[in-house]
């Protein structure tokens, strides 16, 4: 099997919204599988006139909850796998550096033909005539803006405005274009703004985006502002507070994040960090380019009739006090989900191995609580300091090194390498934070190392960081979560990549027998057991409608690709046996 498709670099793993961008993606998580209980009220007056307004599926609707605001439930029982919500969003773009490597209208990545550059801003990308030109409408305005800013733009690192601006700009001239009255520009209006509730930590962020879309639309009176139906500062600020509360990023099949949309109807989901569904960007041939980036909502979980249909926001690999902290700074509420609040069970995120290794966990050492015990054999844990700094150490390592991935990757690297045996020393479980993240970095430099120059010994720290890494989602991810069916499908890929140099025996006296991971057959078995596991979750977590995404598909080929190869395997050992002289 190539390596090639292994090669892009990656951020993060986890699908979430484009406000709560800081590292990761979504998850269902043990401790405790039941669900978010939400009582809702039946439909209001207010509810009933939008449910007109959005076109759901029959299985859905929209009720109003004290606390959440509005939220989609189901009417009918959903099944873990299937998808509830498919669309297109209303407003996409691709973030400034993938740009010139993906298509601006359907998003697909270049292919060896490469990409058509738009010979006016020289800006945007498309992959075909057809998408330049039913981008058109749109980016004829967004055209003239981006040469405007570039030119006035003091250096070349600012020569293209934010995501957030692009977007905006994009979302105000297609509300233009079809006029305040229609469906689209209604729902946009009603999608939630949080101006009154900001954190003080958002008020630059809101001034800065207010400021730098006024000059990207190019308007210089109130008037202008007025044109899009802006009356005032305090709706220019409305307008921002609903892109940030509102708007997702979007990603490719694998996960990798490479841009932000808005989608009103996905909008009227509320968060959970243990969801009953994802959000996904699948890419299948079932659906058509001109659908492309198609949006779809995933069933995680089996969801009842008049249950609340839950997705996160953030990255709930996330510890608990990183993920309330994130969804106060960006969506200005407190979380108060299943997994915020248990109290009783040691979370795995913040999780050490018994120092007796009975197999039982001790809840992370904090600043406040330095004690920490076996939640099984209750034995302590000595040393308690040690491991505080050695969280530490990680989280200033995982900041530096994430900074560093594009700029620096041979140091980003070494700080991985550096870093991991001293959380692994300290006993932190796989699914321990700051250790996932880490590894996971780590696992995106080596792949992209090994892109560059092929060596075994990074191919097979590879694989041991990727085991690692899905061993630590499978603790903290429901079956299923798409995280972990592409975290499975690069492990068995990297298994399956033809192995360069056989070890030499003489080496073999100094290594454990079980030495990991394994060659030869054992090898290609690991890699079918693991891609087969990959299948069967990227069957749930990007529904088998939808044929396990672009990822499961990929699966699915390297499943019979390593089925041949296996068969030349075995049919090799069958001739080399019936070679032998009888008797021996
Ligand atoms: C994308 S909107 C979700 C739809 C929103 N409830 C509405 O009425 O349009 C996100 C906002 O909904 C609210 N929200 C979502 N999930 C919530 C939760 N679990 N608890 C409290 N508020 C929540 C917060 O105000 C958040 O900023």
């Known amino acids: 099997m190539s390596f090639s498709d292994l090669r892009a670099a990656r951020q993060s793993k986890n699908a979430r919204a484009f406000a709560a961008q800081s590292q990761a993606q979504q998850v269902n998580a043990s401790p405790s599988p039941k669900q978010d209980k939400t009582e809702s009220q039946e439909p209001s007056a207010d509810a009933e006139t939008l449910l007109d307004l959005y076109d759901l599926p029959d299985a859905l609707t929209i009720r109003v909850v004290p606390r959440e605001g509005r939220g989609i439930w189901s009417k009918h029982f959903i099944k873990r796998g299937s998808v509830i919500l498919s669309v297109k969003p209303h407003t996409s773009v691709l973030s400034t550096p993938n740009l010139a490597s993906y298509c601006s209208h359907c998003f697909e990545a ?74 689209c520009s209604k729902q946009v209006a ?15 962020f809101h001034a800065n985006l207010s400021h730098f879309l006024v000059r990207y639309l ?23 507070s609903r892109f940030a509360t509102n708007s997702y990023t979007v990603t490719t099949p694998d996960l990798t994040p490479v841009g932000a949309c808005v989608s009103p109807v996905v909008a009227l989901i509320n968060h959970s960090c243990s969801p009953n569904a994802v959000v996904v960007f699948p890419r299948t041939s079932r659906v058509p380019l001109t659908e492309e980036p198609n949006m779809i909502v995933v069933a995680l979980r089996d969801i009842q009739p008049d249950e609340q249909v839950l997705t996160s926001y953030i990255d709930t690999t996330l510890p608990r006090s990183m993920r309330r902290r994130e969804l106060l700074d960006a969506y200005s509420f407190s979380c108060q989900c299943t997994l915020c609040t248990a109290s009783s069970v040691v979370d795995p995120r913040e999780a050490l191995w018994c120092p007796k290794s009975c197999g039982g966990n001790c809840p992370l050492p904090t600043e406040e609580n330095s004690l920490s015990q076996c939640a099984r054999c209750k034995t302590a844990v000595k040393d308690t300091d040690a491991v505080l700094d050695a969280v530490r150490v990680g989280q200033q390592g995982l900041d530096k090194a994430n900074s560093l991935q594009t700029k620096d990757p041979a140091k980003a690297v070494q700080l991985t390498t550096n870093l991991m045996p001293i959380l692994i020393s300290a006993k932190l479980t796989p699914s321990s934070h700051p250790l996932l993240g880490l590894s996971r970095l780590h696992q995106t430099l080596l792949i992209s190392a090994f892109s560059a120059s092929p060596t075994q010994d990074v191919l097979d720290e590879a694989i041991r960081t990727a085991t690692r890494n899905t061993t630590g989602l499978s603790m903290i991810l429901d079956e299923g979560h798409p ?102």
């Open 483 to 584: 995280v972990r069916g592409v975290a499975l499908a690069e492990a068995g890929k990297l298994l399956a990549v033809d192995e360069l140099e056989a070890k030499k025996p003489s080496a073999m006296p100094f290594e454990r027998q079980d030495a990991f991971p394994p060659t030869g057959p054992p090898r290609l078995k690991l890699a079918y057991e693991t891609l087969q596991r990959a299948r069967e979750e990227l069957l749930i977590g990007f529904s088998r409608a939808m044929e396990g995404g672009q990822v499961g598909r990929e699966v699915r080929d390297a499943l019979a690709a390593l089925e041949k190869e296996m068969d030349v395997w075995k049919g090799g050992l069958r001739n080399a046996v019936n070679d032998l002289p009888r008797g021996s």
């Open 110 to 183: 270049a292919s060896e033909a490469g990409l058509k550059r738009c010979a006016r801003c020289r800006i945007v990308h498309y992959c075909t005539s057809g998408c330049q030109t039913a981008d058109w409408t749109i980016h004829k305005r967004e055209c003239a803006a981006l040469q405007d800013w570039a030119t006035h733009a003091p250096s070349a690192e600012v020569s293209v405005p934010s995501d957030a601006v692009r977007c905006l700009g994009r979302l105000l001239w297609a509300q233009q274009t079809e006029g305040p009255g229609s469906p």
């Open 190 to 204: 009603a999608m939630q703004s949080n101006r009154k509730s900001l954190q003080p930590s958002a008020f630059e």
């Open 218 to 240: 190019g308007i210089s009176s109130p008037d202008g502002l007025q044109e899009f139906g802006i009356a005032s500062s305090s709706d220019l600020v409305d307008l921002t």
